[in-house]
């Protein structure tokens, strides 16, 4: 799947629910499919700063793709994070880095968890385009 | 006293809906809503007399000078101040400390000086410190707590000496609720001749204040937090201290003559006031300290007091709930934590049931600290609220409960 299938399939899923309440349910069943960081990666060196709850990412490059784990201990969070993970997880440097993702505003997101620093989203968004271009220049 | 519901009326956005849910405002630690009256009052500035203070001699500036010098007068009378010269505008409680941590450190602070603060401090009764000791090479002294979150008098008493230049502590605990027996703190300091700086933000709004038989040296509050606009705060200053300290800023208004050689400063309070001061928000405090003075602060109190049993007593209730802060004098705030759920989840999904709460460590992490926590969840109550919302809060944490458990 492109990542702009598998935002229009979260796009779907979401778009089901009117009332917020269902959303955040969909969003902690979401969390529970997170591809869980290995517990030796959750150091200070992977956790996101900017976080009210505690985010630790760990990106894996084969010379080719890029698959993320994480964790957070906000089970919300975590839902956000797997949604982040399930739309940039395994993909290249230079698709990480080009992808719009436009699923944030479209299941609002972005005007529900405001973006400041009490829910840390752009600055997860920002920590795994900074992986992807860190690995897009080591590729060149 | 008027009645809930007519208080309620006074405040329009009480009346709103969130996520099509009645608002339940309990943040009011972070900041109150506002009367129609104050909205008014500052509509007012800006429709009718809006002219820079001080400054112009026209009607204009007349009209707002007059009324931003009749503000003046309102706060000094409402935490009773003996002169109008102790009362300087700022632009809030951060504002005020900043000022008064820099000359206070520019006038008396040498290296090894110590300061005394506690551990309830919000940041901004820390940070302005902090950054001053590092400039004078002195050294902050913490006033430890107990698991009440109450400060530790003897400990208290243990710090001060002959190295102490000045107290500087918090009336109420905004992360906890606690208040601080600031009479004897600063008792205390005067028996050996140190100031103490009390910093009224959570304090100024839950009862009657009184600088006089408090004795405090420095009061510093902020009008958002006591109904009033954003960006206005007060410092209150002895006469004797404020005389003796330099300016923290320099700019208009705070002048008497100036050259290029040297400058003479103006008199109190002005000498602290420069630049153009934010008057429409100063005129718009003013009115809600008479609003507040109307509703009576006796009564604001024993309204809260008794908002804040219900509230103990409604969320100790629930199985799972920890409140953090269990001293018998507290202002109406409740920190608390659901066990196994994060507070950001909590707060998350409050909000989405209207509830405003703040999470997190309330700026104040060495408190935090204390208990070893990452935050809590925190209800901040003040008298419009009601044990109607206090039950849709209970009915909320068992919503966040069943969605976690």
């Known amino acids: ?140 | 006293m008027k009645d809930i519901a007519e208080i309620r009326a006074d405040f329009p956005i009480l009346n709103r809906k969130v996520y099509g849910k009645p608002l339940v405002y309990f943040d009011n630690g972070a900041t109150t809503q506002k009367p129609q009256c104050v909205l008014d009052a500052v509509d007012e500035v800006y429709e009718s007399y809006n002219g820079n203070i001080h400054r112009g001699v026209h009607f204009l500036s007349d009209m707002s000078s007059e009324a931003y010098e009749k503000a003046r007068e309102k706060v000094r009378s409402f935490i009773n101040a003996d002169k109008r010269e102790e009362i300087v505008f700022t632009s809030g409680t951060t504002g005020s400390i900043n000022g008064i941590a820099f000359c206070f450190g520019e006038k008396y602070i040498k290296p090894g000086d110590e300061i005394i603060l506690s551990q309830l401090e919000h940041h901004a009764n820390i940070v302005p410190w902090q950054m001053m000791c590092e400039r004078k090479g002195a050294v902050l002294r913490v006033i430890p707590i107990n698991d009440n979150g109450e400060i530790i008098l003897e400990e208290y008493y243990k710090l001060l000496s002959s190295k102490t230049r000045i107290v500087s502590v918090t009336q109420a605990s905004n992360a906890l609720g606690t208040i601080l027996p600031v009479k004897e703190i600063i008792a205390a300091a005067h028996h050996i001749n140190v100031p103490v700086l009390i910093d009224g933000a959570q304090g100024v709004q839950h009862g009657i204040v009184d600088v006089k038989t408090m004795e405090s040296d420095f009061y510093v509050f902020s009008g958002h937090k006591i109904y009033g606009p954003n960006g206005i705060g007060i410092l209150y200053g002895k006469e004797k201290w404020l005389s003796e300290l330099p300016p923290f800023q320099g700019g208009g208004d705070m002048v008497d003559k100036v050259t290029f050689e040297k400058t003479t400063y103006n008199e109190l309070p002005f000498k602290f006031e420069a630049g153009t001061m934010n008057y429409p928000a100063a005129i718009g405090l003013a009115s809600a300290l008479d609003y507040v003075s109307g509703i009576g602060r006796e009564n604001i109190a024993s309204r809260e007091k008794e908002l804040l049993s219900y509230a103990t007593s409604r969320l100790s209730a629930i199985e799972g709930v920890n409140i953090y802060g269990t001293s018998e004098m507290k202002i109406s705030t409740i920190s608390f934590h659901i066990k196994d759920i994060h507070q950001y989840d909590t707060g998350m999904i409050l909000d989405k049931m209207g509830i405003a709460v703040r999470t997190g460590t309330h700026c104040a992490q060495p408190v935090m600290d204390h208990y070893g926590i990452e935050g809590t969840v925190r209800a901040s109550l003040c008298f419009y609220n009601t044990k109607e919302e206090i039950d849709t809060l209970a009915e909320g944490i068992e919503k966040v409960k069943s969605m976690f458990a």
């Open chain 1, 1 to 140: 799947m492109t990542s702009s299938e598998v935002q229009d399939n979260i796009i779907e899923e979401f778009s089901q629910f009117d009332d917020w309440m269902d959303k955040y349910n969909l969003l902690i069943d979401i969390g529970k499919e997170l591809p869980v960081i290995d517990p030796k990666y959750k150091v200070k060196d992977f956790l996101i700063e900017g976080c009210q709850s505690k985010v630790w990412l760990y990106p894996k490059f084969d010379g080719k793709l890029i698959t993320f784990t994480a964790d957070s201990d906000a089970i919300i969070t975590r839902g956000i994070v797997a949604l982040l993970i399930k739309v940039l997880s395994n993909r290249s440097p230079q698709e990480i880095i080009s992808t719009d993702l436009y699923f944030i505003d479209k299941i609002g997101l972005r005007q529900n968890l405001s973006p400041t620093r009490s829910n840390g989203l752009l600055s997860m968004v920002r920590q795994m385009k900074l992986y992807a271009m860190a690995y897009n220049v080591k590729n060149i």
